[in-house]
């Protein structure tokens, strides 16, 4: 099976194939970024097991590469599955997961269900921004 672009949420999210090509260079997100303008996404989802193992390596720079490119052209980014492995040897990695999960261009989650909690608290904050600016506006 192929990326295909699904709502979630309200949302439209990338959701690439975890049977897809590996994503470990700024080229491959590039791809990825192209494949997710043509489809209107706005969130890209990507298996965490069509990363390579140098992403989940901070030192390599790889994961900074990556998710940096795809948020320069502004769409966010979701690590779709389990991380575990990773985080049980590398301190650093747990500290740039926790503080990503907190920021809205960056979530590494378990699943599309959590992705999905994860858009509609978005949705649920913006639409209270809107309110209170509504309101000040007034």
């Known amino acids: 099976m192929g990326d295909r ?3 979630h949420c309200g949302t439209k999210v990338l959701e690439c194939a975890a049977d897809g090509p590996k994503v470990g260079c700024e080229r491959d997100a590039a791809d990825l970024v192209n494949e997710a303008f043509n489809t209107g996404a706005q969130v890209i989802a990507i298996p965490a097991e069509r990363l ?8 390599s720079r790889v994961a900074g590469e990556v998710v940096q490119k795809i948020v320069t052209y502004g769409m966010k980014v979701a690590v779709v599955g389990d991380i575990g ?5 590398s301190a650093p990695l747990r500290d ?5 999960n907190r920021g809205a261009d960056l979530w590494f989650v378990e699943d599309f269900v959590a992705l ?6 978005r949705n649920r904050a913006r639409a209270s921004e809107r309110a209170a600016a509504s309101a000040t506006s007034e």
């Open 5 to 7: 672009c699904r709502e």
């Open 52 to 59: 390579t193992e140098d992403f989940f390596t901070l030192s």
């Open 116 to 121: 999905d909690e994860r858009l509609e608290a």
């Open 85 to 89: 492995r990773y985080l049980n040897r």
């Open 96 to 100: 740039w997961v926790r503080e990503s």
